[in-house]
């Protein structure tokens, strides 16, 4: 089945700069790559996603990359603000296995002022 | 409009005890999906409905764990003599339907948080 790496595991940056967090997924089948952000004791929101068709895609401070190549996918923050502090978790979807998700472990981003 | 909703918010059992765990899904959401979090850990798929059929159950870790959809909008999560192991956060998400392969947005519900003493 899929196997989804996800790095680092703690990202600390000061306020204004960038953060990248990177996921490596196993299936080629895979489709759709979802990323959540999840504040402390709340719900995964999803942020962003992107399928297997585009290679990038953007919205406001964030964006995503897929290299259907490597089989990675990378989330992209710009000019961090404190409220981005939060685990964030990439997710991958293999195409037949119906809605089924599997995530990586999760990366707790700080931001510190 | 509403979206996924759980009960209890919080669950302390004890070892051996039946618990059930609710779900109810954003109106018009045909696809429905538990998982698992532990501590420090990304959700893990347990079983996803279609409708009123569990579709996918592989993630269910052994025979104690069963769902039901009756109506095909709320779910149960029912877990058999319990154990300390499965003390998580265990989380609902719904989305439209997926046809050809391709998913749909999955949202989240805000959880319930079982304890197994």
């Known amino acids: 089945g899929e196997n989804v790496e996800q790095h680092p595991s703690t990202l600390s940056v000061q306020e204004g700069d960038s953060a990248v967090i990177k996921c490596t997924y196993s299936d080629s089948a895979s489709n759709y790559f979802p990323w959540y952000k999840q504040e402390l004791g709340k719900r995964p929101q999803l942020i962003i996603d992107i399928r297997s068709n585009v290679g990038e895609k953007k919205d406001q401070r964030i964006a995503v990359t897929l290299n259907k190549t490597a089989k990675h996918f990378s989330l992209h923050i710009t000019e961090t603000q404190p409220e981005d502090s939060a685990v964030y978790f990439c997710?991958?979807?293999?195409?037949?296995?119906?809605?089924?998700?599997?995530f990586g472990a999760g990366t707790q981003v700080v931001v510190t002022p | 409009g509403a979206g996924v909703s759980q009960t209890p918010s919080n669950k302390v059992t004890e070892k051996g005890k039946y618990v059930e765990l609710r779900c109810d899904p954003i109106?018009?959401?045909?696809?429905l999906y538990w998982y698992r979090q532990s501590l420090g850990q990304g959700p893990e798929f347990l079983i996803y409905f279609q409708g009123t059929g569990a579709a996918d159950d592989s993630g269910l870790p052994n025979d104690r764990f069963f769902a039901v959809r009756p109506e095909g909008s709320v779910s149960t999560l029912k877990i058999q003599r319990t154990e300390r192991g499965d003390s998580a956060v265990y989380l609902c998400?719904?989305?439209?339907?997926?046809?050809?392969?391709?998913?749909?947005?999955?949202?989240f519900g805000p959880g319930t948080r079982l304890t197994v003493l």
């Open positions: 109106s018009g959401h045909t696809a």
């Open positions: 997710a991958a979807h293999t195409r037949g296995s119906w809605g089924k998700l599997q």
């Open positions: 998400a719904s989305s439209r339907s997926i046809a050809g392969g391709i998913t749909d947005t999955q949202y």
